[in-house]
């Protein structure tokens, strides 16, 4: 019995004395823990009081990196997606209120993007209707305030309804999709900064039926792109243009419409031929004439056939720039061109011949006053 009692005796002290090391480690640790937490506390301090360099700008250089990171105006930027402004709305909360009282960053929208417009890695199954669209529009207009705005949209009733209110706005419009019972509402009012006018009455990719509407009170407007077909004319301040695209337009169509163009610098005729066997028909046609027309492209339509007589009806004294298909200076390249110059007076600085059969040596022996001549494949 008292040796059991020595044993149990032993065998208490020495857990007595494993406790008390126990307790003297467990103290230092703690010692140790809160000296790193006191570590921590200062280091989380400092952290706390730092400001990344970028977030001392003021708003107003933020504002402008931020209009820097977008292209040029009035191209506009993606919907969505890193080059978007929607984007930078997204970092931080100062980011997005220096974003959301940029009106610059929204002045420019384009509601014809598609989904495979984006990079997949962006988004995730983006997919937009035209009352999206029209949302996003209502959305980007307001906070573009009273910019002048560039709009890309489908001629859809809701994204043309989100439209209408920022008419005044409007400087730049390219439309697809407009058609002859809608397209008259479109511009029924003032647009008094409207300066580029752009309209397809199909896809992004396509120019078909002409339409008619009105376009009347915009003092501003200089350019304009369209399709004129059989007459159909619409009502354009046409005296005041400089800039003018015509798309799928006849020979008898185009000369009507450059008639009433007179301060017409730069023309682009993509030209359409529906019966080829009566250019002889064109024998007598009266000139065209464009005393300030300084540079004149011509195309043409697919499966269309030129007519070698069209070029000559110009009388373009001021031109500086042509490019033509070879197949409009058929059958002596060389000589149709030294009798066009001949009859304009003009003195040419730049030939871009498409699509060439004649050497680009000989276009440069027999016109050495030209300062360039480029021969292209296509004009694509």
């Known amino acids: 019995m008292l040796r059991q009692l020595e044993l149990d005796r032993a065998f208490i002290a020495e857990k007595d004395t494993q406790i008390f090391q126990l307790e003297a480690q467990i103290s230092a640790l703690q010692r140790s823990l809160s000296s790193l ?29 931020f209009l820097r990171c977008l292209p040029p105006y009035p191209t506009p930027p993606p919907l969505v997606g890193i080059l978007s402004p929607t984007f930078l709305t997204q970092i931080c909360r100062q980011w997005r209120e220096v974003s959301h009282a940029t009106p610059r960053l929204w002045r420019a929208i384009d509601l014809t993007e598609s989904d495979d417009d984006d990079d997949s890695l962006v988004r995730d199954d983006f997919q937009l209707g035209d009352d999206q669209r029209a949302s996003l529009a209502t959305l980007w207009m307001r906070r573009a305030g009273g910019c002048a705005l560039s709009i890309i949209a489908f001629n859809a009733e809701p994204i043309i309804s989100s439209l209408i209110p920022h008419r005044s706005q409007w400087e730049h419009i390219k439309l697809y999709g407009v058609r002859a019972d809608i397209s008259p509402s479109i511009f029924e009012e003032a647009t008094p900064r409207l300066r580029t006018l752009e309209v397809y009455t199909f896809g992004p990719s396509s120019i078909h039926a002409p339409v008619q509407f009105r376009v009347q009170d915009a003092p501003l407007l200089r350019r304009v792109l369209l399709p004129i077909d059989g007459g159909m004319y619409p009502v354009l301040p046409w005296t005041q243009l400089t800039h003018l695209d015509l798309h799928k337009v006849s020979g008898d169509d185009c000369a009507n419409v450059l008639g009433r163009v ?52 110009f009388v373009v004294p001021s031109l500086r720039s042509l490019q033509i298909p070879e197949v409009f200076i058929q059958p002596n390249p060389v000589e149709s061109l030294k009798k066009f110059i001949s009859k304009s007076g003009c003195k040419l600085e730049d030939l871009f011949i498409i699509e060439p059969v004649v050497a680009e040596s000989l276009y440069r022996t027999e016109f050495p006053s030209i300062a360039r001549i480029e021969c292209e494949l296509d004009s694509e």
Do not use: M, W
């Open 37 to 65: 937490q006191a570590d921590k506390r200062t280091v989380q301090q400092r952290l706390d009081s730092y400001q990344y360099p970028v977030l001392t700008l003021p708003n107003e250089i933020v504002s402008e990196i």
């Open 262 to 313: 007179p301060q017409l610098v730069d023309c682009n005729l993509t030209l359409r031929r529906h019966n080829p066997e009566l250019t002889s028909s064109d024998d007598h046609a009266p000139d065209i004439l464009l005393r300030s027309l300084e540079h004149l492209r011509l195309d043409l339509d697919i499966d269309s056939v030129a007519d070698p007589k069209f070029i000559h009806r």
